[in-house]
C-alpha cells in the first residue's frame, strides 16, 4: 500500500519558537491534508492544499504542496502552549472504487514548553 | 459548517455483546462516510469506505461480518461490531466530506473497550 513518510516524529520546543514538520511519498497525490488531533478527540482539519506549489496559510500555521506532487510541508510561527498535539499529513487520491481517500502519516507529536 | 457528530464518545461492554456507533454530518449531506480504526499512539487506519443507498467497501483485512456498515440516509452510517471481543477495542473514528473532492472532516470518536 501506500506510504507517508512523515517527520519529525516529536519535537520538544520552547514556547515562541517556530516549527517545521514535512511529508513525503513515493506517489502523487490530488490533495494534501494537514490534520491535528488532541487526546480522546477526532482530527481538525488544519489546512488543504490542491494545487502543485501552492502555499497556504492559515493564521500562524503555513504549509505547501510540493511541485512534484509527492511532498509537503508545515510550519507553525511563535509556538504557543495550545499548539500542543499530534499534527498529521494527509495525502488524498481518487481510489478504484471512485471516491477520495486519504492516507495518513505516522503524525508528529508536538510538545511546547512554556 | 462540515460538522461530524459521532455517539457514543466512549462504551464499556462485555466481550461477547455488539456495539453499534453512529456517525452523522449535523449540516451537510454525505453521499460517502469513512470509517477508521486507531491504536494508541499509531495513524489511523481505514477500514472502509460507506456509501449512501449501496454496500460498503471494506480495506484488505477487515472482516465484513465483523465490522457492519449501514449508511441508509446522506446524514447517517453506522458501524456495528459484533460479537465483540478485547481485540477489538480501539478509537474508532468516521469521516464525511462535503464533496467528492472535498477534504474530510472528522468526528471525535468512539473510545471502544471489550472486558
Known amino acids: 500500500g501506500q506510504q507517508l513518510n512523515q517527520s519529525p516524529q516529536s519535537m520538544f520546543i520552547q514556547e515562541g519558537e517556530d516549527v517545521s514538520m514535512n511529508c513525503t511519498s513515493s506517489s502523487i497525490f490530488n490533495t494534501w491534508l494537514w490534520y491535528k488531533q488532541e487526546p480522546g478527540e477526532g482530527p481538525v482539519l488544519l489546512i488543504a492544499l490542491y494545487k502543485a506549489g501552492e502555499l497556504t496559510s492559515n493564521g500562524r500555521l503555513t504549509a505547501q504542496f510540493g511541485i512534484t506532487r509527492k511532498d509537503s510541508f508545515l510550519n507553525i510561527s511563535a509556538s504557543i502552549p495550545s499548539d500542543v498535539g499530534i499534527y498529521f499529513c494527509a495525502g488524498q487520491q481518487v481510489s478504484g472504487a471512485g471516491s477520495y481517500q486519504l492516507t495518513f502519516g505516522k503524525g508528529t507529536k508536538l510538545s511546547v514548553i512554556p | ?115
Open chain 2, 1 to 115: 459548517g462540515a460538522v461530524v457528530s459521532q455517539h457514543p464518545s466512549w462504551v464499556i461492554c462485555k466481550s461477547g455483546t455488539s456495539v453499534k456507533i453512529e456517525c452523522r454530518s449535523l449540516d451537510f449531506q454525505a453521499t460517502t462516510m469513512f470509517w477508521y480504526r486507531q491504536f494508541p499512539k499509531q495513524s489511523l487506519m481505514l477500514m472502509a469506505t460507506s456509501n449512501e443507498g449501496s454496500k460498503a467497501t471494506y480495506e484488505q483485512g477487515v472482516e465484513k461480518d465483523k465490522f457492519l456498515i449501514n449508511h441508509a440516509s446522506l446524514t447517517l452510517s453506522t458501524l456495528t461490531v459484533t460479537s465483540a471481543h478485547p481485540e477489538d477495542s480501539s478509537f474508532y473514528i468516521c469521516s464525511a466530506s462535503t464533496g467528492l473532492s472535498q477534504p474530510q472532516h472528522f468526528g471525535d470518536g468512539t473510545r471502544l473497550s471489550i472486558l
